[in-house]
C-alpha cells in the first residue's frame, strides 16, 4: 500500500546542466537545449537550472526520459526528482546589497 500511494506523490523534476559557450556552435546547441527544455514545460530557477511541476512519479519519469532523447553531445546535465514537500523546504537566499538600478545621465546645460 506505501509503495502505490508515492506512485502518485507529486513531483518535480530539476535539470542542472554546464553547457559549453567557447563556439558558435556550442552557444547554438546551448540555445536549442534551453528551448526544448522550455517546451516541454520546464521553467527557468536559475541560470542553468529549469524546473517542472509533475502530478506522478510516472510522469516526471516520462519527462526524465524525454529530456534524455534530447541531451546535447558536450557539458554535463544533471536530472533530479524530488517530492512538492521536498521542493517547498528549499531555502532561497538573495544578496544583501541592493542592486542600484541604472539612472540615466545627467544632462549638462551651457550658457
Not at 24 to 48: E, I
Not at 82 to 91: G, H, V
Request: glycine fraction near 4%.
Amino acid at each position: 500500500m506505501l509503495s502505490r500511494l508515492s506512485e502518485y506523490r507529486i513531483m518535480w523534476v530539476l535539470v542542472f546542466f554546464d553547457l559549453p559557450t567557447a563556439t558558435k556552435t556550442d552557444r547554438r546547441h546551448y540555445a536549442q537545449f534551453r528551448k526544448r527544455l522550455q517546451q516541454d514545460g520546464f521553467t527557468m530557477f536559475q541560470m542553468s537550472i529549469y524546473v517542472r511541476h509533475c502530478a506522478s512519479m510516472e510522469n516526471a519519469e516520462m519527462h526524465e526520459k524525454r529530456v534524455q532523447r534530447f541531451l546535447p553531445e558536450y557539458g554535463q546535465v544533471a536530472i533530479m526528482c524530488i517530492t512538492d514537500k521536498q521542493f517547498a523546504n528549499i531555502k532561497l537566499f538573495y544578496g544583501s546589497k541592493p542592486i542600484v538600478p541604472n539612472a540615466p545621465g545627467a544632462q549638462l546645460e551651457l550658457f
